[in-house]
Nanobody, 124 residues
Framework: QVQLAESGGGLVQAGGSLRLSCEASGRTFSSYSMGWFRQAPGKEREFVAAVSGSAARIYYADSVKGRFTISRDNAKNTVFLQMNSLKPEDTAVYYC?????????????????WGQGTQVTVSS
């Protein structure tokens, strides 16, 4: 298992940008597919974006396509989420998850490790 730590959340006005980072401890980071998820109050955790270990495959939720970009730097054990054109409905706690293996999935329960989350608040 890897330990994950998110950073980069904050308060931003609608139309603004934020960049989230998630640093992983442990070995063989490139063996893990990584995902970003978010959870708003009273709602279930929902998929945002995911990237395979080599970054050859990337998935996005329809709600963030064209606005968010997921990337990873395996040399630094870090995955990023660049969020542009933010909307009030993007407000949530954002979590990164790690899943060992080649399968790239959008299902939260298939990710074995999670960070503590970082709050993103978008004001209108």
């Amino acid at each position: 298992q890897v330990q994950l730590a998110e950073s980069g959340g904050g308060l931003v006005q609608a139309g603004g940008s934020l960049r989230l980072s998630c640093e992983a401890s442990g070995r063989t980071f490139s063996s893990y597919s990584m995902g970003w998820f978010r959870q708003a109050p009273g709602k279930e955790r929902e998929f945002v974006a995911a990237v395979s270990g080599s970054a050859a495959r990337i998935y996005y939720a329809d709600s963030v396509k064209g606005r968010f970009t997921i990337s990873r730097d395996n040399a630094k054990n870090t995955v990023f989420l660049q969020m542009n054109s933010l909307k009030p409905e993007d407000t949530a706690v954002y979590y990164c998850g790690a899943r060992l293996g080649a399968l790239l999935t959008t299902t939260p329960r298939l990710f074995g490790s999670w960070g503590q989350g970082t709050q993103v608040t978008v004001s209108s």
